[in-house]
């Protein structure tokens, strides 16, 4: 309903006039106070209530908005009394009631709306006739629904049925989903934790046939004397590299027999003590030593 008219002078018939050059500082006061404007009888609320008197509204500005030219409308919601007076045609005007600054007259903010016979201010009246041509359909509304300019009141529901059977069927799909394209969340961690339990074991049995693999050819090497005992752990550790199991086959096929007997390892030096042991010969060769200096060293 049009609550204050267009022009920034609004003037009454009783001839006092105010200033509405800031009709958005009217809303925004409306917005801020977090109360709807009660719309009472003949202004009831602004000369009973601050007697003690009843004052019922009879409905309630919900919110408001500027249109052109400056004019100010609210959104009304009527109650039982209300509606029952405005279609009987009681009452046919709206008459609102305002704060605005002594000196400037300018309009601050709506406090409360009366109905009345007899308005002051030039506003449209309640319950004039309109037909479809002369209050057509929003065309923004329409827009929003997918219709051309002029659609009917007959489609523009039949619109927002459709819009209504589209979020409830996208509500259906969503409780139950496609399962070809989803999985309940319980059963997707559940497959999850099987894959990696799957994976970590997958991973010991390599790592188990690795290593077992590993000392089969360390073993091997040992007997065949191509490699000490002191050298154990280096070559294990090279074989676990990338590619280090192949680099040391290859290794082992063609280094020279550094040792001629691996079981003498373990055995205690027989005769003199002057006499080098076959671990001694090998740790002669790697150092680069002659078996006297090595004697000479021991």
Known sequence: MQLIPAGVDVVGRDGRAWLNDNPQAIVRAFNSSGVE??????????????????????AWVKQLETRDGG?????????REGDALVTSKQYRYLSPVFYFEKDTRRISRLTSVGLTNKPNLELKALNQRQTQEE??????LLAALGLAPGATVEQAINAINQLKANEQKAVNQQQTPDLNKFVPRSDYDKAINRAQSAELEIKKQQEKALNAEIETLIDKALK?????????????????????????KQFIQQAPKVVKEVDNFDKPPQGSSDQLSAEDKAACQFLGLTEEEFKSNK
């Open 135 to 140: 209050s057509p359909m929003d065309e923004a």
């Open 37 to 58: 404007l009660p719309i009472d009888i003949e202004h009831a609320t602004e000369h009973k209530a601050p007697k003690g008197e009843p004052a019922p509204a009879v």
């Open 71 to 79: 004019s100010i409308w609210g959104l009304v919601a009527w109650n």
């Open 224 to 248: 065949d004397g191509v490699i000490t005992p002191a050298s154990v752990e280096y070559h294990k550790s090279c074989c676990r590299q990338e590619k280090g199991l192949e680099l040391f």
